[in-house]
């Protein structure tokens, strides 16, 4: 399965600031997604990074608030932008494998993030 | 009616125990099918996959029941190292897929 990295692990950040989160995977994948995490909450799903093109994103979020980058096939960021109290959560990022393996998804550890 | 479903528990149950969770979805059309284990300030991470004809990986049974739009997840002989939240993940379609994942059942296992 692919190796995915993300920084920062944790951050505290001031509201009205923001806060750009990498992932790296250490293969070529075709579908990245990144996530959202509430505490005692399930995965909601923010945007698909696209290679090479605007993220397509979900019900509820949108571009300004959350721009993603996809630069190539193993990198990807994600901003939290203006941040308030109520983007405080966990930021996953994610890759789909489909090699051999049906579609099965696999995450970065995650950015906790905090806004005060 | 939530795409995916799941009761969250938690699931308090002693060593040794047989525990199983049930995930209901509301997409006929949905194809593919897993479980996915996420424990504490962790990420969620594969279990296992779930097959039509049901599956089995040592402790852990997956089924399916397509007439009933629920997945099931059979863990036997509990080990308190199985203290986690269980993720029934739905997706709705073959190939390039955006999956949808439920909120989790919590199970903790204990002495």
């Known amino acids: 399965s692919a190796v995915i990295s993300q920084k920062p692990s944790r951050d505290i950040c001031q509201r009205g600031t923001s806060l750009t989160i990498q992932c790296q995977v250490d293969?070529?994948?075709?579908?990245m997604f990144w996530y959202r995490q509430q505490p005692g909450q399930s995965l909601t799903l923010i945007a698909t990074a696209n290679q090479g093109s605007e993220a397509t994103y979900e019900s509820g979020f949108v571009i300004d608030k959350f721009p993603i980058s996809r630069p190539n096939l193993t990198f990807s960021t994600l901003t939290v932008s203006n941040m308030s109290p109520e983007d405080s959560s966990i930021y996953l990022c994610?890759?789909?494998?489909?090699?051999?393996?049906?579609?099965?998804?696999?995450f970065g550890p995650g950015t906790r993030l905090l806004v005060l | 009616r939530k795409e995916v479903e799941q009761d969250p528990g938690p699931f308090n149950v002693p060593e040794g125990a047989t525990v199983a969770f049930n995930c209901t979805y509301s997409n006929s059309a949905s194809q593919s099918f897993f479980w996915y284990r996420q424990d504490c300030r962790k990420e969620p991470k594969l279990l296992m996959s779930v097959y039509s004809s049901g599956n089995e990986d040592g402790r852990f049974t997956a089924q399916l029941n397509r007439a009933s739009q629920y997945i099931s997840l059979l863990i036997r002989d509990s080990k308190l190292s199985d203290s986690a939240t269980y993720l029934c993940?739905?997706?709705?379609?073959?190939?390039?897929?955006?999956?949808?994942f439920g909120r989790g059942t919590s199970l903790i296992v204990h002495p």
């Open positions: 993940v739905v997706n709705p379609s073959g190939g390039s897929y955006i999956p949808t």
């Open positions: 293969s070529q994948v075709t579908m």
């Open positions: 994610s890759v789909e494998d489909g090699v051999g393996k049906g579609e099965t998804q696999y």
